[in-house]
C-alpha cells in the first residue's frame, strides 16, 4: 500500500492528506518590488486568492509544480533553478539577481531562511507570509499498515505524521528531496524521489514495492 501525505490525490496511491492551508494575509504589499519569489505552489494559490496583481511581476519558480502552477494561472516565470534547496538555492538567485528587488511570498514556516542567507550575500530579500500549514488530526483506525510505502511531499507532512501517528518498523519512507529528508528521524527507512515531483515520488514507491 502506497499512502500519499500531500493534500492532492493520485491514483495508485491511498490519499491520507497531513496537512491544510489558511490564508493569513489581506493584502500584498507590492512596494519597492520588482519581481516576486514563489518555492511552494500553495504560495501561487495564495497570492492568487488575495490580489490578482502578481501576475503583473515576473517570478522566479523554485519547484517544477511551482512553476507549473505560476504558468497555469497566468503569470511569467522568468527563472526556474535547476537545484531547488538551500545554500545552491541562494546561490544562483544571487547570481542571476543581485541587482532585482525580490518579494519572497512565503508559508509561516519554512524549512530554509533564504532571507538570511541572502542578506549574507548582500541581497536584500523582501518577504511577506501569506499563508500558513495546519495539521489535520486523524485517529489510529486511520494509521497506515504494516509495510506501507508512504511519501512524504515536504517537512510539514512529516511533523503532521508524527503529531498522529507512531513509526512502525516495516514501513519505508519516499521522500520529495533533501530538505524533506533532513526533518525526517534517523531511524525511518527512506529513499529519495529522483526529481523533487510528486509523480517522481510514485514512480520510486512503485519501484520498490
Known amino acids: 500500500?502506497?499512502?500519499?501525505?500531500?493534500?492532492?490525490?493520485?491514483?495508485?496511491?491511498?490519499?491520507?492528506?497531513?496537512?491544510?492551508?489558511?490564508?493569513?494575509?489581506?493584502?500584498?504589499?507590492?512596494?519597492?518590488i520588482d519581481t516576486l519569489m514563489f518555492t511552494s505552489k500553495q504560495?501561487?494559490?495564495?497570492?492568487?486568492?488575495?490580489?490578482?496583481?502578481?501576475?503583473?511581476?515576473?517570478?522566479?519558480?523554485?519547484?517544477?509544480?511551482?512553476?507549473a502552477k505560476i504558468e497555469e494561472l497566468g503569470g511569467e516565470v522568468i527563472f526556474y533553478p535547476k537545484k531547488f534547496?538551500?545554500?545552491?538555492?541562494?546561490?544562483?538567485?544571487?547570481?542571476?539577481?543581485?541587482?532585482?528587488?525580490?518579494?519572497?511570498?512565503?508559508?509561516?514556516?519554512?524549512?530554509?531562511?533564504s532571507k538570511g542567507f541572502l542578506e549574507k550575500e548582500g541581497i536584500n530579500l523582501k518577504e511577506q507570509i501569506i499563508y500558513k500549514t495546519l495539521c489535520r488530526e486523524y485517529t489510529q483506525k486511520d494509521k497506515p499498515i504494516k509495510g506501507a510505502i508512504i511519501i512524504f511531499t515536504s517537512p510539514s507532512t512529516i511533523n503532521c505524521f508524527f503529531k498522529n501517528f507512531s513509526w512502525d518498523s516495516?514501513?519505508?519512507?519516499i521522500l520529495i528531496g533533501e530538505a524533506t529528508k533532513a526533518h525526517l528521524p534517523k531511524y525511518c527507512k527512506y529513499e529519495i524521489a529522483n526529481k523533487p515531483l510528486i509523480d517522481s515520488c510514485i514512480d520510486k514507491a512503485i519501484s520498490i514495492f
Do not use: C
Not at 11 to 24: A, G, K, Q, V
Not at 95 to 112: A, M, T
Not at 170 to 173: C, E, L
Open 1 to 32: 500500500m502506497i499512502y500519499l501525505l500531500s493534500p492532492l490525490k493520485k491514483d495508485n496511491t491511498i490519499s491520507l492528506p497531513m496537512i491544510r492551508f489558511e490564508i493569513t494575509a489581506k493584502e500584498i504589499d507590492f512596494s519597492n
Open 43 to 67: 504560495a501561487v494559490v495564495s497570492a492568487n486568492n488575495i490580489d490578482e496583481n502578481w501576475k503583473n511581476y515576473p517570478s522566479i519558480a523554485i519547484g517544477g509544480a511551482t512553476k
Open 85 to 113: 534547496y538551500g545554500k545552491e538555492l541562494t546561490s544562483n538567485i544571487k547570481e542571476f539577481f543581485s541587482h532585482k528587488k525580490i518579494l519572497y511570498l512565503r508559508p509561516e514556516k519554512i524549512s530554509f531562511d
Open 170 to 173: 516495516s514501513y519505508t519512507a
